[in-house]
């Protein structure tokens, strides 16, 4: 194997000090909270075909495919049937097409191969190695796992390699930071959240407090496992941490011909207008930035870096997006919006003189709230807003049903703060009061515990599968 791999196939010298020696294998046992995808058993029974898991940068797609290497090797597979690329360090399709046809050329045909290339969008013109070798007949007996940080990679795989992915059901996968039942239950494996979301009048009131305080601390850290654990073992998240996100996103911006000076107007706009309507037009007159487009363009980077999400207005009587009408706009985790926040306005102790504050303010919290809802919907569903007379915050696609949702975190409710949900028979309120009732024959749900549920066993099949 080419030198430049060796970190990350320690297993081949080694495969029982594997764990130890793999660089984000050792990280994670440093970690208070050591999170196992389900994505794991997906792959665990992964017949010969070509995968895809694409999601944001910092999210854990590395770690996770070195849990599965791990996990490979603990059933029995040869070392030399696994391997790792990191496509960053791989120039073109031709180098690409070589390390292939190395490692698979001596393979044996009657055993299974685990080729797996890291951030393959880093390598030009990828996808015409990757077809050639499947047309060549060299991945035959092979699972390959291909990761990006752009989601295009996912929308290039089924274009490019029809009748080329296996006869795997699912082969595309979308990685996403943990969602907040994937948090309660990684730091209180205690609380049964299967008994909270099907049983919800039979949960104690000790129960829901410890929800609602991990709630609380999800706006902070969100689903980033770095930022979960340094919280837990320094009581902050760190500026370094906050950076390292940041830098993240700056980085990869630049690495698209962008300008930093266009992209930091453009993320202290999206918070200005936090999940308020908005027209890039509106958006442009704001900016230094001339046109509309211009600006379209880079949210289109970040929507497809997974760094932000765009939530268009819903044509009720066809269940799509109105693309004629304002948008709102926000980023796809808290901790991604405390991150930018932080670099937009860099100020020596952000956790303290940033962070706390803005949770503390009640507008904020709410406008926080109000986003960590809608993204978490967003992973299973098509998800809009409804514009009407009223607004109603979330309008999520369901088997095609309009399922709306109002989301209120607020100590009381006020008659025209649920005009327009009560027009709508299956409506919900979320609230954040912690018991359920009625208001104008419209239910309310403590909103916490409905989002534990949300898309649970109620997974759309025609879009790749989340975790």
């Not at 290339?117 to 013109?125: A, G």
């Not at 207008?273 to 890039?280: C, H, I, K, N």
């Not at 704001?286 to 997974?306: A, C, G, Q, R």
């Not at 109105?322 to 405390?338: E, G, Q, S, V």
């Amino acid at each position: 194997m080419d030198p430049r791999f060796l970190p990350h196939n320690s297993h081949l010298d080694n495969p029982a000090g594997f764990a130890e020696q793999d660089p984000q294998l050792r990280l994670l046992q440093r970690q208070v909270y050591q999170y196992r995808s389900a994505l794991l058993d997906e792959l665990a029974a992964a017949s010969p075909g070509i995968y895809t898991l694409g999601g944001g940068r910092q999210i854990g797609k590395s770690t996770l495919l070195k849990q599965w290497m791990n996990e490979l090797l603990a059933r029995g597979v040869a070392p030399g049937s696994i391997s790792f690329f990191t496509g960053e360090l791989i120039d073109d399709h031709h180098s690409l097409l070589g390390l292939m046809q190395a490692q698979l050329g001596d393979s044996h045909p009657d055993s299974v191969n685990f080729l797996i290339i890291d951030e393959v969008t880093y390598i030009r013109q990828w996808d015409k190695a990757v077809k050639y070798a499947a047309d060549a007949g060299l991945l035959e007996h092979t699972v390959m796992v291909l990761t990006g940080s752009d989601l295009g990679l996912i929308r290039d795989a089924r274009m490019r390699f029809p009748g080329r992915r296996g006869s795997a059901e699912v082969v595309d996968f979308h990685m996403y930071p943990l969602s907040f039942r994937e948090c309660l239950n990684l730091k209180n494996p205690d609380i049964n959240v299967d008994d909270i979301v099907f049983q919800p009048g039979e949960v104690e009131a000790g129960t829901i407090d410890a929800i609602y305080g991990e709630f609380d601390r999800y706006l902070l850290h969100g689903g980033y496992l770095t930022a979960i654990n340094d919280l837990a073992e320094n009581g902050l998240i760190s500026k370094t941490t906050l950076n390292t996100y940041s830098d993240w996103i700056r980085g990869d911006v630049l690495k698209r011909g962008k300008q930093e000076n266009y992209l930091r107007e453009i993320m202290a706009a999206i918070i200005k207008r936090y999940t308020s309507q908005v027209t890039w037009n509106a958006l442009a007159r704001d900016l230094s930035i001339d046109h509309p487009k211009t600006v379209s363009d880079y949210i289109d980077v970040l929507v497809n870096m997974d760094a932000v999400f765009v939530q268009s207005a819903l044509l009720e009587d066809k269940l799509v997006g109105a693309p004629k009408k304002a948008r709102k706009l926000m980023f796809c985790d808290p901790f991604i919006f405390h991150a930018v926040h932080a670099w937009v306005k860099p100020v020596a102790d952000p956790y303290n003189a940033q962070v706390l504050p803005l949770i503390q303010d009640p507008e904020w919290t709410s406008r926080l709230v109000e986003a960590a809802v809608i993204t978490h919907h967003r992973r299973f569903f098509p998800t809009y807003y409804i514009k009407a007379r009223g607004e109603v915050d979330v309008a999520c696609i369901k088997k095609g049903q309009c399922c709306p949702v109002e989301v209120k975190w607020t100590n009381q409710l006020r008659p025209k703060d649920i005009k327009q949900i009560s027009q709508y028979p299956q409506g919900e309120i979320w609230t954040k009061t912690r018991s359920w009732g009625e208001i104008s024959e419209v239910k309310t749900y403590p909103l916490p515990l409905k989002l534990l549920q949300t898309g649970e066993n109620d997974e759309s099949r025609d879009r790749p599968r989340v975790y």
